[in-house]
């Protein structure tokens, strides 16, 4: 692969100035760490980054195959793109992650969008050196959606977006098969990174001033199963957690099969790791649950939310939901409801089901109507804004801790969010962004809370 690396490096140090790269990623946390890896590369390659499309000559999307609608927009922005391909031939368009790692996508593209030069899957990181060779000389389109072997690669530099609050992955692909899901078939058997790269990661992010830490995979409490020497999610939090510095911990997503009475502890324990929990729930019916192959009950996942709540009363707990599962009645979506209501999420991510080719849940014939499945959305929604407002009324008067990270609305306001991952508003007369304060709430809103910083 060096030897590609210093191939193309060549050819690019030849041009005049150096070639730019826009790349934009799209779906989840996974994805975006990958397009920062992707950015990594391409700038060792002699590439540099610009955020304005036009003026690229690399374009690439990362993309996301979950649902539809995040694939009906990636066709629409590569139609787009022809126009440009059109005033500039030299420009590469490249089309990479979950959505082009199914051969179906790779059929569609090569028929319908004779403008994009390359496209590569979720397992090709490691290759993009080749591929960029083989695109700048070839000029034809290359493909690489091969499901190369199981080993993760370390050491791809990574461009990051944020200088706050950052992913890292600890794990990749899934294996647990939920009947309506995509992601284990495009994103392969789960495997995980081993304890020590990671605790490096994590050290010389902290170092270089990151205040917030995401640890990323599709399972995450299913962590370590895999390794040579295998060890829990429990005991790396608690691996992390012994870094020195100033810093705080997050994961996404943990799975309620997986969550462990010891999975618990470790959060509550363990100092640095916020007492917020992202546990998708996407069915409170055990009927629809079983038919997701969830393989937990409602019973068992409010075990899970009164466990953590009799260690920390105010523990915050997010999910997903999927709606209009197929052939799911209105008494399976009350089942839902009730548990929004017992839980009291402060946010919840609804998603009404999407039919992806290739999964179990694909054959069923659905009788469940369109209409009805837009129906129980809103009234989903409409009912999150009551328990969550509910929940946020608890902080009115109390003292939270807020990491900035955006300017407010106004000016000399800003925005951030609490451990609890609960958006705050401040006014500051100082530029507080990237830094933790203790902020008073003196006002709650539906969707966030507002207040005065007292240190
Ligand atoms: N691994 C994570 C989430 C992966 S996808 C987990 O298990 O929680 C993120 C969310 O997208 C899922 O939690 C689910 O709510 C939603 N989702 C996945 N497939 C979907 C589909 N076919 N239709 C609608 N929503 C879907
Ligand atoms: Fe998809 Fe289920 Fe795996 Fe999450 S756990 S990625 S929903 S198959
Ligand atoms: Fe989408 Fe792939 Fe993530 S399908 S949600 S980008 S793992």
Known sequence: MTDYKNKVQKILSARISPPLCYLHSFGCQQNVSDGEKILGLLTELGYGITNDATSA??????TCAVRENAE?????????LKHLKENNPELIIGICGCMAQQEHVVEKIKKTYKQVDLVFGTFALNELPKLVYNVLTERKLMVDITEYNNEIPEGIPAVRNDKIKTGVP?????????????????????????PGAILKEVKELVDAGYKEIMLLGQNVNSYGKTLENPITFSELLRMINNI??????????PHPKDATKEFIDAIVECDKVCKHLHLPLQSGSNRILDEMNRRYTVEKYMEIIDYARSRIPDFSFSTDIIIGFPNETYEDFKC???VMRKVKYDNVFSFIYSKRTGTKAALIDDKTSAEDKGKWMRELLEVQREVSSEFFKRFEGRVLDVLFDSEGKNDNWYTGKSDEFIIVEAKSDEIIIGQRKKVKITKVFNWALQGEIIN
Do not use: A
Not at 244 to 253: C, L, N, V
């Open 57 to 62: 000559d690399m374009i690439i999307y990362n």
């Open 72 to 80: 009906l927009k990636i066709y629409g922005l590569i139609g787009n």
């Open 170 to 194: 600890i794990m990749y692909g899934c294996n647990n098969f939920c009947s309506y899901c995509i992601v284990p078939y495009v994103r392969g058997r789960e495997r995980s990174r081993k």
């Open 244 to 253: 020195e510095g100033d810093f705080k911990i997050r994961f996404m997503s």
């Open 336 to 338: 839902t409801l009730d």
